[in-house]
């Protein structure tokens, strides 16, 4: 299906990103990890071994005197690059209507150089999931042969490892929520009396017989829908192959 080859590429693409570098790739890992704790004190936020800014500046003074100007420059070009990948995933998130244009252009804004691989995890993850009815991600990387990111959501041992842990998920969820909206959209125009937005919450009881409840995110917001109970079943069980089948 689509989603499967879409997640591939990406894969793939990120894959391109770190062999165009390979010269510096033993010590990019060094160096995001230590924008990664710059970004996190800024923030207030706990850090892989509770490292400083001032540790994480130090270690990149020590591999810029360790690797000589010219072949830090190409450590800075590296991470650069893994950059305008990240933005470009956000930007895909835009499309499938997970976060709006105005979130987007506020991450780049906080971020014009970094920007955090779980910079969505805590907002979006959980309620996405749980709307999607998944019980844990769609998919890990381990069941596509990317080896999985040690560490939890919030302190990453690898950055790298992180990105590419995220890449199956992510891709995967922009696919749902798109495949959610679409099928959802174009019920409520042909039976609109099958498909009902919820305006007010609702509790289970209160769910008519033979309907149920789902939900997704357009622009950004979450929206939550009653639709037939077979159509809700179906798309709370989207995996790739099933979205695929959508698509």
Do not use: C
């Amino acid at each position: 299906g689509r989603t499967g080859g879409k997640i591939e590429n990406r894969v793939q693409e990120f894959n391109d990103i770190l062999e165009r570098h390979q010269e510096v790739i033993d010590d990019l890992p060094a160096y995001l990890g230590a924008q990664d704790t710059m970004f996190r004190n800024a923030r207030g936020l706990a850090t892989p071994g509770g490292k400083t800014a001032t540790e994480a500046k130090q270690a990149i003074s020590q591999l810029q005197r360790q690797l000589g100007q010219e072949k830090f420059e190409k450590l800075v070009t590296a991470s650069r690059d893994i950059y305008d990948f990240e933005r470009e995933r956000l930007a895909e998130k835009v499309l499938a209507g997970r976060i709006s244009p105005k979130e987007f252009e506020r991450i780049i804004r906080a971020n014009p150089g970094y920007i955090p691989h779980d910079i969505l995890d805590a907002k979006y993850a959980d309620e996405e999931l749980k709307a999607f009815g998944f019980a844990r991600a769609p998919l890990s990387v381990r069941e596509k042969g990317v080896r999985a990111a040690k560490g939890s959501e919030r302190l990453v041992e690898n950055p790298l490892l992180a990105i590419q842990d995220k890449l199956v998920r992510d891709t995967t969820l922009d696919e749902a929520n798109d495949v959610a909206r679409l099928v959802v959209d174009s019920g409520a125009k042909t039976y609109p009396y099958l498909y009902k937005k919820i305006e007010d919450p609702i509790k289970a009881l209160d769910i008519p017989r033979g309907f149920d409840k789902v939900a997704f995110f357009r622009n950004g917001i979450q929206e939550e829908w009653l639709v037939p109970k077979d159509i809700a079943r179906a798309m709370k069980g989207m995996g790739i192959p099933e979205i695929g089948r959508f698509l």
